[in-house]
């Protein structure tokens, strides 16, 4: 099918695009890959596209006090590739090679996938994983938000109609932090049917902290607090036998591609994988 008309808007700055929102069914077209198969399907009909393909300063990567700084309409790709982000993030290469397919990749934004909110989406995942910082700009000036606030219900954010995403702030992690991601997936570029990321520091070999979040378990990305807790001062041979329950208590969504048995299966088995494999690239370990 073919999207029905609208107007199509290619604002050149940030404060035309914003100014461009104020109107009553307009929506901001970024990569597309989401937004453009909606349209085409006619689930979603917007009367306004604001294109922000030509905001260039959303097209950056920056080490900025402490954190590094990834513009909106950085691509997936681009991020895949990012000398700063191999640096102290190479969790991000990681896990964007499990986004999509590569002409998606090429197109596709991180602030187009944080705003759309898919639960098992992986960008969404990993701003909650790492302590990211959600930047949105509006009429009112700039607001920063926590992702556990941001993300609210699968493709519902907290971000209101007139505000831009304008970049996520994700801080810079001890160099000794050891960092994985793992899913699993019906056939390699589909979206996951369970997603996981996992951070450990180790202190004389030791679990000093430890990270553990989840895709594809809930409607919004969940972080697992209790188990983080319980794996603190244990060594990492403990971590199987610590996450083997971390799905009770869990309701996943159940759909043509998984069960809710098979979901909450898929948990314990990707916890240890990428926990197990984060420890093991921790450093300080002796
Ligand atoms: C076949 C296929 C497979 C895919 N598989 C995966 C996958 O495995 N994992 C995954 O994470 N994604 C997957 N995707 C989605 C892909 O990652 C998209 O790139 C992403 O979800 C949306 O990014 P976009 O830049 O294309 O956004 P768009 O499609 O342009 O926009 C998506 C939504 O975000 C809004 N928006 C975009 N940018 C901003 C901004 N800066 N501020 C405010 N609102 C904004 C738009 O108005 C729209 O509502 C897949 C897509 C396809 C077609």
């Known amino acids: 099918m073919k999207p029905a008309p609208f107007e199509y808007l290619r604002p050149r700055t940030l404060h035309e695009a914003i100014a461009a929102l104020a109107h009553d069914d307009a929506k ?7 937004l453009v198969p909606m349209m085409n399907f006619r689930l979603v009909s917007p009367e306004r596209l604001v294109d922000i393909n030509g905001l260039s300063d959303l097209a950056t990567i920056s080490e900025t006090g402490g954190s590094l700084r ?3 309409l ?3 790709a681009q991020a895949a590739r ?5 640096r102290h993030l190479p969790v991000v290469a990681e896990t964007m090679a499990h986004v999509a397919h590569v002409a ?3 197109r596709g934004t991180i602030g187009g996938s944080l705003v759309h909110a898919d639960p098992s989406a992986e960008w969404p ?5 790492l302590d990211g910082v959600l930047e949105l700009l509006g009429p009112d000036g700039q607001r920063a938000v926590a992702p556990e606030d941001f993300f609210i219900a699968p493709l519902v954010t907290d971000l209101a ?3 831009v995403l304008t970049g996520v702030l994700l801080p810079v992690p001890d160099p000794d932090m050891g960092m994985a991601f793992d899913e699993v997936s019906l056939r390699a570029g589909d979206f996951a049917m369970v997603a996981c990321g996992a951070n450990v520091m180790l202190d004389d070999g030791r679990i000093a902290s430890a990270r553990l979040a989840f895709g594809g378990l809930g409607d919004v990305p969940l972080r697992m607090e209790a188990v983080e807790a319980a794996l603190v001062g244990q060594t990492p041979d403990a971590i199987a036998g610590i996450v083997a329950d971390c799905a009770e208590g869990l309701d996943p969504n159940e759909d043509m591609h998984a069960s809710v048995a098979y979901r909450r299966r898929l948990a314990p088995v990707l916890a240890r994988r990428v926990l197990e494999r984060a420890a093991g690239r921790a450093g300080g370990r002796t």
């Open 28 to 34: 901001i077209l970024a990569g597309g890959q989401s």
């Open 70 to 72: 990834i513009g909106a």
């Open 74 to 76: 950085v691509r997936h």
């Open 82 to 86: 990012d000398p700063l982000l191999a």
């Open 104 to 106: 998606i990749r090429n």
């Open 125 to 129: 995942l990993l701003v909650r994983l």
């Open 161 to 163: 109609e007139d505000e």
